[in-house]
Structures are given as structure tokens and as C-alpha cells.
């Protein structure tokens, strides 16, 4: 069974600043990771994914993630945040172990900027 | 662009209604899902459909039935609404094979 721990609820943080949310997953296979973005009254938008390859993975809106097997984390980044990036964000794992893709999310961090 | 609609953002229902939850991809996509999401909680999986008249049992299916009469349309469906189930609800599409899913906007519900 998979399983998907964001380390933090809330997070905020001052504009301009560099922001990290944290993620943590547990899996027995081989794993495909994701990070969504819920904006206010919004569906879900895929922000990036890492499949394969490189452990940096570059997404939309200037934020990358770092997959780390050794330590079980894929950890969000932005170096520099924006009013417009507050949202929460979803964190999820997919064994891709059949082609349905099943997603298991975390419980979502909230990231409010301030001004 | 994949679009994933539902068919209503607001929704307010009373307890024992039968509520229908409705969803369409315009991508030709196998697999579809319903998620329910609850603060502090993520998103849960209730139900999801890999092809027409297909369907399986994700993590929360207790007190929902789903249908998928057509490729396209997914649907959700809550037997006798009660206020427990008082939540978001989030529908997604995938391809075979894919693991991106691709979220419609959501419909809140409020059972009273």
C-alpha cells in the first residue's frame, strides 16, 4: 500500500521569499510522483510530475521538485514566491503498476504569501 | 486542452435525497474517477471506471454508487444523501496507460 505524508498543514511565507513544502511517501514499488495546485474555488492543475530520469523536475509557474528515493521525499521549491501563488498544494504518488494510475494524495499544504 | 466539466458547482441537497453528481471529459479517456476532498484530509478515492459499464471500488466507496453508461460521462451517485457526506467532490480522466489525471472544477455539496 502506498501512503503520502506533507510535513506541514499550512506554510506562510512574506513575497519574494523562497518557499520549500515538504512531502514524504512510502511505497513498495516503484513509484510516479506528482504535485498539484488548487487554487480558490478551482479544480486541481498538475503543477509538475517526476516519472523517470532526473531527480530535478522543473514544473509551471517556477516551481521544481527534487526526488530523493533514499529518503523517500519529493520536496516542492520555489525560489522566489508571488502574491499569486497562494493556494494549497497536493502531493501524490501512482504505483503505475496498472494502467488505471490509481493517485494516493497527501492531505495538502496551504501556502499563503504575504505582502 | 483536455476539459473535464462538471455539472454543478454548488450543490445544496437535503438528508435521504438522492443526489446525482455529473461528469464529462471531451478527451476519449479510458479511465475516470470521483475523489472526495475534505479539509485536513487530501482527496479520498470513492469510485473509478476504466471503460464503459467498468467500474471498481477505491478507498471510500461506502454510501455511493457510480454509473458510466458512455465513454464520456461519468456519474456519481449518492443512494440517500446524508450529512456526513457534506464535502467537495472532484472528478478526473486519464488515458489507458497514463498516470496524469486531469481535474474538473469540482461541485460542493452541502447535505442538510
Known amino acids: 500500500a502506498q501512503s503520502v505524508t506533507q510535513l506541514d498543514s499550512q506554510v506562510p511565507v512574506f513575497e519574494e521569499a523562497p518557499v520549500e513544502l515538504r512531502c514524504n511517501y512510502s511505497?513498495?514499488?516503484?513509484?510516479?510522483l506528482f504535485w498539484y495546485v488548487q487554487y480558490p474555488n478551482q479544480g486541481l492543475q498538475l503543477l509538475l510530475k517526476?516519472?523517470?530520469?532526473?531527480?530535478l523536475v522543473k514544473g509551471i509557474n517556477g516551481f521544481e521538485a527534487e526526488f530523493n528515493k533514499s529518503q523517500t521525499s519529493f520536496h516542492l521549491r520555489k525560489p522566489s514566491v508571488h502574491i499569486s501563488d497562494t493556494a494549497e498544494y497536493f502531493c501524490a504518488v501512482s504505483d503505475g503498476g496498472t494502467s488505471y494510475g490509481k493517485l494516493t494524495f497527501g492531505q495538502g499544504t496551504i501556502l499563503t504569501v504575504h505582502p | 486542452d483536455v476539459k473535464v466539466t462538471q455539472s454543478s458547482r454548488y450543490l445544496v441537497k437535503r438528508t435521504g435525497e438522492k443526489v446525482f453528481l455529473e461528469c464529462v471529459q471531451d478527451?476519449?479517456?479510458?479511465?475516470m474517477f470521483w475523489y472526495r476532498q475534505d479539509p485536513g484530509l487530501g482527496l479520498r478515492l470513492i469510485y473509478f471506471s476504466y471503460d464503459v459499464k467498468m467500474k471498481e471500488k477505491g478507498d471510500i466507496p461506502e454510501g455511493y454508487s457510480v454509473s458510466r453508461e458512455k465513454k464520456e460521462r461519468f456519474s456519481l451517485i449518492l443512494e440517500s444523501a446524508s450529512t456526513n457526506q457534506t464535502s467537495m467532490y472532484l472528478c478526473?480522466?486519464?488515458?489507458?496507460?497514463?498516470?496524469?489525471?486531469?481535474f474538473g472544477p469540482g461541485t460542493r455539496l452541502t447535505v442538510l
Open positions: 478527451m476519449d479517456h479510458e479511465n
Open positions: 511505497s513498495s514499488v516503484s513509484v510516479y
Open positions: 517526476y516519472l523517470s530520469g532526473s531527480t
Open positions: 478526473a480522466s486519464s488515458l489507458m496507460g497514463a498516470v496524469t489525471q486531469y
